[in-house]
């Protein structure tokens, strides 16, 4: 096998933790017990995790608002992370953010922008620091292909080559900016790649459903990355299951090619099929007792946060400046 099989079953959790919480976080808002909005990332969790599988000790990463369960899965800490989707004292900006605000230093989490690329130009801002100090990590910001499109970008990217900066620009290209097709709005047929030759970058476009190969494309630009080899771009291509947000009646796209991108095109099964001609695929008995000991552990968690206190209305104010 190319890869170890320990590292293959550590990928296969993550994907399965992914989708448990993405559904869990649904089924939490549909419930009216989540403030705010949810942006699902149910079914793209191989370009994103995919991708993390190549972060390392001291290495900076920057999302988009999809996929709101990255935050834990990286490492933040349960309660917290909790806390702050409910909007609850312990979150990490004390629920001031909710989920479109989470951030965590401990793992590198930088947080992001509501307004979608225009904080490009920190993952640059950081990479400079990591080349100052002459270490060998790389900053990672993700974006989607309506993002690609956005100025701030093509800023932080020119600012990334011409001072040489470990920067990987992965684009999930899930073909949909907001109600907006790709198909209509950028003139290429890959979203970031498609337009990098302008920078002469290393680029990859890859399959977004196939978690290993985002995966090793990944690993061999942040690879090169880590040894002085510059920017990067790298481009996942897979479809968005859901609205843009919880509530989207997609009305601007056909149910039915949803339909099949969901029957045909999901990444967790088409890992665990790969894990079955390995050989080293679980038991169904050990992937249900996996599934149902973390379900329990979400429901716990968020059973704490639902107790937790909230902040005093005199604390509202606070870290605001006028």
Known sequence: MKHSKEFLLDLHKQLIRGRLMEQKLLDTYAQGRVPGHIHSGIGQEAAFLGVLATK??????KPVHRMHSLAF?????E???WQELL??????????????HIGDRKTGFMGFSATLGNDAGVCVGTAMAIDYDNKPNVVYMFMGDGTSSRGPVYEAINMA???????LFICENNQFAISTPASYSIPVKDALAGRASGWELPTK???????LAVYDAAKELTDNMRKGGGPAILETKSYRWRGHFEGDSCSYRDPEVTKW??????CLKIFEAKLAEEGILPSQEEIDAFKAAFD????EAILRAEAAPEMDPSEIFDGLYA
């Not at 476009?205 to 978690?211: A, K, M, Q, S, Y």
């Not at 329990?296 to 429901?299: A, F, G, S, T, V």
């Open 261 to 266: 991108y969901m029957e045909n095109k999901d």
């Open 87 to 100: 909007g609850k004292k312990g979150g990490n900006s004390g629920g001031r953010g909710g989920m479109l």
């Open 205 to 211: 476009v890859v399959e977004g459903t196939d978690v």
């Open 73 to 77: 899965l990286m490492g933040m800490d």
């Open 296 to 299: 329990k552990q979400m429901d």
């Open 56 to 61: 390392q000790e001291g290495d900076y990463w």
């Open 161 to 167: 080559k011409i001072w040489n900066l470990p920067v």
């Open 79 to 81: 309660d917290m992370y």
